[in-house]
Structures are given as C-alpha cells and as structure tokens.
Nanobody
C-alpha cells in the first residue's frame, strides 16, 4: 500500500523559509507533485519532479522562491520555500503519479495517491 506523509508545515513570519518533506513508502513512483489549497480557493499546483531524471517544473508565480528536490536515500521529496509571503499560507499536499506516460506539464497530471497535507501559515 502506497503511503505519502507530509511534514514540515509551521507558522513562519513573512520573509522566512520552510522546508516541507514528502516521505513515500510502499511503491516506486514516476512523479511527485506538490500542491496547495487555501481556504475558499481552488487547489493550486506548486511544483513537481520526475524520479528518473530529476527534471522539475514550477508554477510560474513561484519560480525562484521554491525549490523541489529528491532525497534518494530516504525516498523523500523536499520542497524548500524561501521568502515566504502571507499569500503562501495554505495546506500543502504531495501526490504520487505512477504511470510511465510522463509528458510535459506534470502539474496537470491526474495523480494517483495523495498525502494528508501539512499546514503552512505565513503571518507576523
């Protein structure tokens, strides 16, 4: 059984940094995506990364502040978030995609398994 567990969410001041982690167990995966959802808003794609070549994609609005990476030793995908803003406050979710079909635009994939989410709050 595949399981994704997010961690690292916290309360942080504007301008601060956080690193979120997504621990994957139970199966190999092709792509891990990070998404977020704020109250009253639709879920938004943040970033995604391919296991086989490490290629990553980002939401245009977040490029430059966020960085996704794979820790192969622990089968964990990390999301480093810098210069956080109040509008970054949301529940952040990671999701796993298993298909061998991996075209461009991994934030638009139909992901197979989702984690339970971790809360990020950016406030002074």
């Amino acid at each position: 059984q595949v399981q994704l567990v997010e961690s690292g969410g916290d309360l942080v001041q504007p301008g601060g940094s956080l690193r979120l982690s997504c621990a994957v167990s139970g199966s190999a995966w092709q792509v891990i995506g990070w998404f977020r959802q704020a109250p009253g808003r639709e879920r938004e794609g943040v970033s995604c990364i391919r296991s086989f070549d490490g290629r990553s994609e980002y939401s245009d609005s977040l490029k430059g502040r966020f960085a996704i990476s794979i820790d192969g030793a622990t089968n964990t995908v990390n999301l480093q978030m810098n210069n956080l803003k109040p509008e970054d406050s949301a529940v952040y979710y990671c999701a796993a995609y298993f298909s061998d079909y991996v075209p461009e635009g991994c934030l638009r994939y139909d992901y197979d398994v989702w984690g339970q989410g971790t809360q990020v709050t950016v406030s002074s």
